[in-house]
């Protein structure tokens, strides 16, 4: 399975954020015209307020489903987008294209994590996610303390007990979410939704 990460340099908020998930099952005589339609409406979504970025996951071999999850700072910015003119158009512009309708996911948080790429694909065990999650946090509670240790020495008000947690946890938790997760869940997908 192929993927790939757009962004326009998405600005990072630690709050609650939302990711759209969109599925579109793409006629195979039509999927050409389907990739350029995918970058314009790219494009028109890194616009709107709050957009934080694009991951495009293209279907494997003998599929023909794209999901593309698209995340904003926001469910209200979200929705702005969702529910936009610009958005109606375009869609509009690609139904013919599409093998059946569009299915459209908001999902909170970490939520979109454990989200099977395609429909058919099933819900992973609890003890799988557990043990997936523990794998990733560990290290950087590890590192990310020494990373900021030059930090913590050179401004003592940041050392304070309880601060210097928040940032370890904040840093922890931006980089899970943002960047490892995802790559490591499309990594393990074949065991992780066996």
Do not use: C
């Not at 326009?8 to 350029?36: K, Q």
């Not at 459209?104 to 799988?128: H, L, Y």
């Amino acid at each position: 399975m192929s993927d790939e990460a757009t962004s326009a340099t998405p600005s990072v908020h630690y709050n609650s954020g939302r990711s759209i998930i969109i599925r579109h099952s793409v006629r195979p005589d039509l999927r050409d015209r389907y990739e350029t339609w995918l970058r314009q409406i790219i494009t028109a979504a890194a616009e709107f307020p709050g957009h934080q970025g694009v991951h495009v996951v293209r279907p494997p071999e003998g599929n023909d489903t794209f999901e593309i999850a698209v995340r904003f700072s926001s469910k209200e910015e979200a929705e702005a987008w969702l529910n936009s003119d610009i958005r109606r158009e375009l869609i509009s512009d690609i139904a013919s294209t599409l093998a059946s309708d569009e299915q459209v996911e908001i999902k909170s948080g970490i939520d979109f994590w454990f989200t099977p790429p395609a429909s058919k694909a099933k819900q992973p065990t609890r003890w799988k996610q557990w043990l997936i999650t523990t794998a990733v946090i560990w290290p950087l509670t590890m590192i990310v303390p020494v990373v900021y240790q030059p930090l913590f020495e050179g401004i003592p008000e940041l050392a304070v007990w309880g601060v210097r947690h928040g940032i370890v946890a904040a840093t922890i938790v931006a980089l899970v979410v943002y960047l490892i997760m995802p790559r490591v869940v499309r990594l393990v997908a074949g065991w992780l939704f066996r």
